[in-house]
């Protein structure tokens, strides 16, 4: 059974950097393609980048191209997601996410569906 321990969280201002770690346990090929997704209150989750497992190919989501890079260390089993420039629009609760596979790495990767495996989520609070 795959557990995946979201951490890294915390509170900054307009500017700052977090790094949000995703550790992950189990079945090395079940955690294959990973993710991170986040959730406003009020709002629905959202995708915000994925990688692959081998070549570590990434995607972002528009909002945080540039600001945000996901990278792995499949060495430690470690997801990892730095993210610079933060904006008060970042705030939320920041999830990791892993799967097998994915339907169509191009387009489907956004999908919480696509993922069965969930961590439990680390909140970031950015402030102006």
């Known amino acids: 059974q795959v557990q995946l321990m979201d951490s890294g969280g915390g509170s900054v201002q307009t500017g700052g950097s977090l790094r949000l770690a995703c550790a992950s346990s189990g079945t090395t090929d079940d955690t294959s393609y990973m993710a991170w997704f986040r959730q406003a209150p009020g709002k629905e989750r959202e995708a915000v980048a994925a990688i692959t497992p081998n070549l570590s190919l990434t995607n972002y989501a528009d909002s945080v191209k540039g600001r945000f890079t996901i990278s792995r260390d499949n060495a430690r089993n470690t997801l990892y997601l730095q993210m610079n420039s933060l904006k008060p629009e970042d705030t939320g609760l920041y999830y990791c996410?892993?799967?097998?596979?994915?339907?169509?790495?191009?387009?489907?990767?956004?999908?919480?569906?696509?993922?069965?495996?969930w961590g439990q989520g680390t909140q970031v609070t950015v402030s102006s």
């Open positions: 996410a892993a799967d097998r596979s994915i339907s169509r790495w191009s387009t489907t990767w956004r999908e919480s569906s696509e993922y069965r495996f």
